[in-house]
């Protein structure tokens, strides 16, 4: 079965630190996709990267940044010099190869403090 | 941009009434979804729909739940008798196809709140 631990419920840091949120997936899949979701406070869903198994390279967008270890199962998500509007939920997930069967982590709430 | 809507944004009904969600997903996509997320918790996973029929579900998903597109364009989700427990945020998502090669991104609605009182 698919799993997602965000094993960081909650995290706060004050502005222009930088903040690492960590994903570990669990699947028997070889083709896989991981994804984070942002959820700001008015509570909608946003897409912020897709990532497939085969894909191993860092990406960097911006202050956004993705680190995929596929030996560790783990696909952690850096914002670089935090702002209070980075303050949300985000959700690490996971899909099969047909882009179902999504598994969302429980989620980390980060507090971005002025 | 192309966004996936939903209707209403919230909705407040009483316990045993019927609620239809309403989702329209982007035109050009052809699999879709539905999701909850009880306040303060995780994102789960409800129903899939493919080629005018449910490819995967959750346990979730039970006989209370419906889903259905009627007219090619909305996406709905019916929950038959509601209970206390159905209160949550209901999104609706989509996805331009599936397999090998896919986007792989899922759209998200804004959501759709439901009180059951």
């Known amino acids: 079965a698919q799993k997602v631990t965000q094993a960081q419920t909650e995290i706060s840091v004050v502005e222009k630190e930088d903040v690492t949120l960590d994903c570990v997936y669990e699947t028997r899949d070889t083709t896989y996709y991981l994804f984070w979701y942002k959820q700001p406070p008015s509570g909608e869903l946003v897409f912020l990267i897709r990532?497939?198994?085969?894909?191993?390279q860092n990406e960097i967008s911006g202050r956004y940044s993705w680190n995929f270890q596929k030996s560790t199962s783990s696909f952690n998500f850096t914002i670089t010099a935090s702002q209070v509007v980075d303050s949300a939920v985000y959700f690490c997930?996971?899909?099969?190869?047909?882009?179902?069967?999504?598994?969302f982590g429980p989620g980390t709430r980060l507090s971005v403090l002025p | 941009e192309p966004e996936v809507t939903q209707t209403p944004s919230h909705q407040v009904t009483q316990m045993g009434q019927e609620v239809i969600l309403r989702c329209v997903p982007i035109?050009?996509?052809?699999?879709f979804y539905w999701y909850r997320q009880i306040l303060g918790q995780k994102v789960e996973f409800l129903v899939s729909?493919?080629?005018?029929?449910?490819?995967?579900k959750s346990e979730i998903f039970d006989d209370q739940f419906s889903v259905e597109r009627p007219d090619g364009s909305n996406f709905t989700l019916k929950i038959r008798s509601t209970k206390l427990e159905d209160s949550a945020m209901y999104f609706c998502a989509s996805s331009e196809m599936g397999g090998l090669g896919n986007t792989g991104e899922l759209f998200f609605g804004e959501g759709s709140r439901l009180t059951v009182l």
């Open positions: 729909f493919y080629n005018n029929e449910i490819s995967e």
């Open positions: 035109s050009n996509h052809l699999y």
């Open positions: 990532r497939n198994s085969f894909d191993e």
């Open positions: 997930a996971l899909s099969d190869n047909y882009g179902q069967n999504f598994v």
